[in-house]
């Protein structure tokens, strides 16, 4: 699989919105729209039966609902950016690390089902850039630097390929990735 199409698409999200300059996130809510129906799609269509064909349903049913919390504990911290909302004050100048912490966990949770999967990892992609458009905007717009805000994004867009790559490389137990999986589900679902 292809580990440089995520870290492409933002980067060159960023490229677009930089060059662009467009001021106001709200042109970009029919593909934000566009983009939760699909994941929903992808979500009911190729994980769930992915993640339910070798366990017990009881146990992915519990991790599917651990992946639900972990996404309403990550909003806690990145205020919604994972919907394209951003709430964060622009007058602050440092950089935002529990924003950055919060979406880093969220885009390794995306990683880990592609699996050499490309109607995932395309999904992904496309929930991926109107999402790097909209923080790409708001950093752009906000008091941070130049320098941070590429920095920011930069590391965004190494997290799914980590994801990725842990998964293909590191994850020996089926039973751990099928969770790991369901817990990708959770996220999915509550975010579409």
């Known amino acids: 699989m292809n ?12 490229l677009f919105v930089l060059v662009a300059k467009p001021k106001h996130r709200e042109n970009f809510k029919l593909l934000l729209a566009f983009s939760g129906a699909f994941l929903l799609a992808l979500t009911l269509f190729e994980l769930f039966p992915k993640a339910y064909q070798n366990d ?3 146990t992915m049913g519990v991790f599917v609902m651990l992946g639900i919390l972990l996404q309403i504990f990550l909003e806690f911290f990145s205020k919604g950016a994972e919907h394209g909302h951003v709430h964060l004050d622009v ?10 912490i919060s979406l880093s966990i969220h885009s390794l949770l995306e990683g880990f089902p592609i699996e050499g999967n490309a109607t995932i990892l395309y999904d992904i992609l496309i929930h991926k850039i109107p999402i790097a458009i909209i923080l790409s905007i708001f950093f752009l717009n906000s008091k941070i630097k130049l320098f941070n805000a590429i920095f920011f994004v930069v590391l965004f867009s190494l997290m ?15 039973a751990f990735s099928a969770n790991i999986i369901a817990v990708a589900i959770g996220v999915f679902l509550h975010i579409s």
């Open 3 to 14: 580990y440089w199409l995520p870290i492409l698409a933002v980067l060159l999200s960023f």
């Open 91 to 100: 007058e602050k100048t440092g950089f935002p690390w529990l924003l950055f």
């Open 56 to 58: 017990d349903p009881k």
């Open 160 to 174: 799914t390929p980590l994801g990725y790559y842990i998964a293909a490389h590191y994850v020996i137990d089926p």
